[in-house]
């Protein structure tokens, strides 16, 4: 019974957050035609990464094209005289960035465009040896013998 409570405390005591690698993206914009670089924040191109237009809504729209080995992606955006193109490089789950492009006069605004990577929010709560819910269960544990 004892090892069982020591196993229990140890393995709770030991709780680490869950961590994705964020993607960091540079633009490179000239005359029409954008060179889009990412990578993650370990410095690894995110090769084969999607990237694509998202609808007003947020919804995932036309696809693009996928990063290469290095990470990069040219191409040329649809023609717009005035707003906000929204791109997501699409690495999988936990590993997206987004970027708002705005649009004036026919050309990107490219010290105006905003990155967000909204990576999923993971509680980083740990359980110690103080926390209430352990103690709870080290009581449960001895009462049933």
Do not use: W
């Not at 040329?76 to 970027?99: C, F, I, K, N, W």
């Not at 352990?134 to 013998?145: D, H, I, P, T």
Request: hydrophobic share 40%; aromatic share 4%.
């Amino acid at each position: 019974m004892f090892l069982l409570i020591a196993t229990t405390s140890l393995g709770l005591g030991q709780g680490q957050a869950a961590k994705a690698h964020a993607i960091e993206s540079t633009l490179n914009y000239l005359d029409g035609s954008l060179e889009l670089q990412s990578h993650f924040s370990t410095g690894t191109p995110v090769e084969g990464a999607v990237v694509r237009l998202l609808e007003a809504n947020g919804a995932p729209g036309r696809e693009l094209g996928r990063m290469d080995q290095q990470g990069k992606l040219s191409l040329s955006l649809p023609v717009m005289q005035e707003g906000t193109l929204d791109l997501q490089v699409d690495a999988g789950p936990g590993h997206r960035d987004y970027l708002m492009l705005p649009i004036r006069s026919g050309k990107v605004k490219l010290d105006e465009v905003v990155s967000q990577p909204k990576t999923p929010q993971t509680p980083s709560f740990q359980i110690s040896t103080e926390s209430p819910l352990l103690l709870g269960l080290v009581g449960v544990l001895f009462s049933v013998r």
